[in-house]
């Protein structure tokens, strides 16, 4: 940190370039005095909330009710302002107004018995969410507030947000404005902007740990929300990486988002979202496999599913169709790549079809289903002329989705493959670890990297799939690699020794199903392995810590989501309704403000409809994992350190001004 006793005039020669340029934002004393001034200000406001999310599996309206409702938070801080004053009921309505507001106004409009009500409701609402949003705002200076304010209202709310209930001429004023508000029209869209405001305001910063895709309706819907969100990083998830590499144009990619779309009946992010024409393969299936029942392959649906018996054995058969073609398409990659030491995974070449058995690591095993038309004894790997054009025709329709490239690019601007956020290095799944627990090589491109290069080469590895201006040789590589990513035994994104679907639909026993886990899954557990891996990312700090997501945590079998003493937490609770049984819980939310670490552990949700006519929200417990000796303030993260930077750069130029070593400028900034 700069000082003015370590100031010298040879330090400013040094740093003359630097400081002429800040100079002309800056051009005399007095501009850089104050804005030493309001860093400084800044610098001593509370830390701004982070929320931690993983796993979110295509559930968009449980992730979109937590992030309207803040993970309770809006909920705790309504109750603290207006626990003695509103009933339970008055603020259950609060709430859902605040995180519903265009939905909920309507049907509270129209109950309404006469314009008088309507009115003492507009002036009583305004009231409550001007208190609120003063509460909800006091950690953030005036102008990241104003910043945050809808242009048409700005400097109405502003205003209000300045009542003063000591002063008579200023409760004037105010009233004055909530009446023209109401009178003029205003006051729906006034009360929406302000709710939106409160719901973007109690989350400084969204981190995303991976898993937006698969087994839920929503992704689509999920990515739609981050793209208007703002403020949010992303680090890869497996199902992540398999949707960008079916974006980029690997058909193995391509198989597999279609397969575990079909196993979950889960067809509206194809269709509805992305636009996916899934006729030719309904066609090709309903023509394959007319007369096969397909029982391996009957979707996991819910119990409430609204699909009929005959679309049900419908998508089976495009289940079946597609799988068939992934392990003929993965075959060819396994080919193409020896390196990666996947050629025992060519499964449908170890099935005897005579005797209806299938040969997998020196043992004979019955097939669940050897009905396999499209596969030839001879040539089990080679796809059939009619598979072949499913595939071109598979492959246009994922390539010509405009919101996918949409979507897909907004992971790429937001995400990489792991995040150094204020102490806490995230990555969604593992870091590859030899049994010692020291760093495990993996060869990427050519090139046998671990730990941090690992994650940075890997990333760059991804991005060079969609950069057009790559070689078309290792654009071919980066596409290609996808798929190792999704299913690779020293993949960082999956990390077991192999993947076994083609186990769980053709073999009965479930020995064959298991999958095991890499050296990291239980070496994590161990603070010193916790400890060497964030050295390796350059993460210090008295309180740091891993966070992980991609395994859910069993809390039914006594496990904690806590690991190694508090350095590792893993916040894969399971948002999707397939895990709900498993977990035992609907997800968590991990959240850090500025009296530190808290846990969020959310219920099933019941649906947007019931939360906006009844109020109801989610279930949350909250667990204390861990609070700071004191508050932390802005001057204790990330953004401080870059604060403090600019005020050592502001305080040499305030030097080299007053002793003229660098000259003010006559103009003002404007």
């Not at 246009?396 to 792991?418: A, N, Q, T, W």
């Amino acid at each position: 940190m700069n000082n003015q006793s370590t100031l010298t005039p040879a330090r400013v020669e040094e740093d003359r370039r630097v400081l002429e340029l800040l100079s002309q934002s800056f051009p005399d004393v007095r501009a850089a005095a104050s804005e030493i001034i309001n860093l400084e200000a800044i610098m001593n406001l509370p830390k701004g909330t982070e929320h931690f999310v993983a796993d979110l599996h295509g559930e968009s309206d449980a992730f979109g009710h937590i992030i309207r409702n803040a993970s309770g938070n809006i909920r705790r801080k309504v109750t603290e302002l207006f626990g003695t004053e509103l009933s339970t009921a008055d603020i259950r309505q609060l709430c859902s107004l605040i995180y519903y507001p265009e939905q909920k106004l309507e049907l509270i409009t129209a109950e309404l018995p006469s314009e008088e009500s309507l009115d003492d409701f507009y002036t009583l609402t305004l009231h409550r969410l001007v208190r609120t949003l003063r509460s909800v705002g006091s950690k953030y200076t005036r102008s990241k507030v104003r910043k945050a304010l809808p242009p048409s209202f700005a400097y109405i709310i502003e205003e209000m947000l300045q009542e003063s209930t000591s002063d008579d001429n200023k409760q004037a004023y105010f009233r004055q404005i909530v009446k023209t508000i109401i009178t003029t029209g205003q006051a729906k869209a006034c009360i929406a902007s302000m709710c939106h405001v409160i719901q973007k305001l109690s989350i400084d910063r969204l981190h995303i740990l991976g898993d937006v895709y698969d087994r839920g309706p929503g992704a689509h819907h999920i990515m739609d929300m981050l793209m208007s969100y703002g403020d949010f990083d992303i680090q890869w998830g497996n199902h992540d990486a398999l949707w960008m590499g079916a974006a980029a144009g690997n058909d193995a990619c391509i198989a597999n988002v279609l397969r575990v779309s079909l196993r979950y009946g889960n067809l509206a992010t194809l269709e509805d979202g992305y636009g996916i024409n899934l006729l030719p393969l309904a066609t090709f299936a309903m023509e394959i496999y007319a007369d096969d029942p397909c029982e391996e392959f009957m979707p996991r649906l819910d119990a409430d599913s609204p699909l009929s018996e005959k679309t049900r054995r419908l998508i089976a058969r495009m289940h079946k169709a597609i799988s068939i073609i992934q392990f003929k398409l993965e075959a060819a990659l396994i080919d193409r790549y020896p390196a990666w030491g996947l050629a025992a995974r060519k499964l449908l070449g170890a099935i005897d079809f005579s005797a209806g058995t299938v040969q997998l690591d020196g043992k004979t095993y019955p097939m669940l289903d050897s009905h396999l038309p499209t596969v030839s004894p001879v040539t089990p790997n080679a796809l059939t002329p009619e598979e072949s054009e499913l595939v071109a025709k598979l492959h246009h329709s994922f390539r010509v989705s405009d919101k996918l490239d949409r979507h897909i690019r907004c992971l790429l601007k937001h995400g990489s493959m792991y995040g150094i956020y204020n102490a806490n290095l995230l990555f969604h799944a593992s870091m590859p670890l030899e049994a010692d627990g020291s760093l495990r090589r993996v060869e990427v491109g050519g090139e046998k990297v671990s730990g941090r290069r690992l994650m940075e080469a890997v990333a760059g590895v991804m991005r060079d799939a969609f950069d057009a201006d790559a070689p078309i040789e290792r654009r071919t590589y980066a596409v290609d690699f996808y798929w190792y990513l999704w299913c690779g035994p020293d993949s960082p994104l999956f990390d077991k020794p192999l993947m076994t679907t083609f186990e769980r639909y053709f073999i009965a026993d479930k020995d064959t199903h298991k999958e095991g886990k890499g050296h990291y899954y239980e070496l994590r557990n161990d603070p010193a392995v916790c400890a060497m891996i964030m050295d390796e990312f350059g993460v210090t700090g008295a309180h740091r810590h891993i966070i992980n997501g991609h395994v859910p945590v069993r809390l039914g079998k006594g496990e904690t989501p806590i690991r190694a003493e508090g350095s590792l937490m893993v916040i894969d609770g399971g948002f999707s309704k397939a895990y709900h049984q498993t977990t035992g819980s609907a997800g968590y939310t991990l959240v850090y403000h500025s009296r530190g670490f808290q846990l969020v552990k959310h219920e099933p949700f019941t649906s947007t409809a019931e939360a906006i006519r009844n109020g109801t929200d989610i279930v949350s417990t909250t667990e204390i994992v861990e609070l700071s000796s004191h508050r932390m303030r802005v001057r204790d993260t990330d953004k401080g350190t870059e604060l403090q930077g600019q005020i050592d750069e502001l305080t040499e130029l305030l030097y080299a001004y007053r002793h003229g070593l660098i000259k003010q400028s006559s103009h003002r900034r404007k």
